[in-house]
């Protein structure tokens, strides 16, 4: 059986879409996150208002998602993986509303770094205990 971290990320994004399917298809607005650790996703899902109120009454979204939205989304989330550089722990979101018939999505890619980790790497002072001064710069 073939495990989440041989996957590529695009694969695993792919995965994740075609997972959110059937909810996608309620929903006509939205934000879809993916949290990233060592470029494997782990948690993933939609974050959403169910009922949007006017005039002091609650109304329940009718349409989602099309087949046709869904897969222009897809499609601009694995577009967004081109602009991920370099880091490996994050979360990607992406935020879509669809307007005029056509899905519209802005996707956020946030890196987290650990100053735990950075503290390891750096090089010590022999007898002090001190990070050297020109790994700080």
């Excluded at 059986?1 to 996957?7: A, D, H, K, V």
């Excluded at 059937?22 to 060592?38: A, C, D, K, W």
């Excluded at 046709?68 to 979101?93: D, N, P």
């Excluded at 519209?104 to 750096?122: C, G, P």
Aim: glycine fraction near 8%; include cysteine; proline fraction near 1%.
């Amino acid at each position: 059986m073939l495990r989440t971290e041989q996957l590529s990320l695009a694969r695993q994004v792919d995965l994740v879409f075609k997972e959110l399917q059937e909810e996608l298809s309620g929903l006509s607005s939205g934000t879809v996150f993916m949290q990233i650790r060592n470029n494997v996703i782990g948690k993933f899902g939609i974050r959403h208002n169910p009922m949007s109120g006017r005039c002091g009454s609650f109304n329940e979204e009718q349409n989602g998602l099309t087949s046709a939205q869904q897969s222009s989304f897809r499609l601009m989330a694995l577009e967004s993986l081109k602009y991920k550089r370099r880091w490996t722990h994050g979360e990607i979101s992406y935020e879509f509303a669809v307007r005029q018939g056509m899905v519209a999505v802005d996707a956020v890619l946030e890196s987290n770094y650990n100053m735990a980790n950075l503290m390891i790497r750096a090089p010590r002072g022999s007898h002090t205990g001190e990070i050297a001064d020109k790994y700080l710069g």
